[in-house]
């Protein structure tokens, strides 16, 4: 089995930044993808960036495209997210997520949140204006 354990979220003022990472222990070599959802009070979780785990197709959603950036640290079987300009509608509660597959899979994105089956436990970012 995978864990996933996020950090890094935190309050900053819009036009600000943060990183967070997401450590994935466990069977790793079944990952087949990973990414970051966001669900905001009141919202539905959406999903706002994923990549394949050989990181050779990423996918942004329009809302974060041009200021978040997603990488991953092979070495250390983690993905940050590097997060700038963050707006007040960025607010909410990220959530690392993989998709864990012991066979082969073709991740197609955007991800729905009932696809990974594997989450994080959240970690919550919050932007003022």
């Known amino acids: 089995q995978v864990q996933l354990v996020e950090s890094g979220g935190g309050s900053v003022q819009a036009g600000g930044s943060l990183r967070l990472s997401c450590a994935a222990s466990g069977y790793t070599r079944d990952i087949k993808c990973m990414g970051w959802f966001r669900q905001a009070p009141g919202k539905e979780r959406e999903g706002v960036v994923f990549?394949?785990?050989?990181?050779?197709?990423?996918y942004y959603s329009e809302s974060v495209k041009g200021r978040f950036t997603i990488s991953q640290d092979n070495a250390k079987n983690t993905v940050y997210l590097q997060m700038d300009s963050l707006k007040p509608e960025d607010t909410a509660m990220y959530y690392c997520?993989?998709?864990?597959?012991?066979?082969?899979?073709?991740?197609?994105?955007?991800?729905?949140?009932?696809?990974?089956?594997?989450w994080g436990q959240g970690t919550q970012v919050t932007v003022s204006s």
């Open positions: 990549l394949n785990f050989g990181a050779d197709y990423i």
């Open positions: 997520a993989a998709l864990q597959r012991a066979y082969s899979v073709i991740c197609s994105f955007p991800l729905g949140p009932h696809e990974p089956n594997v």
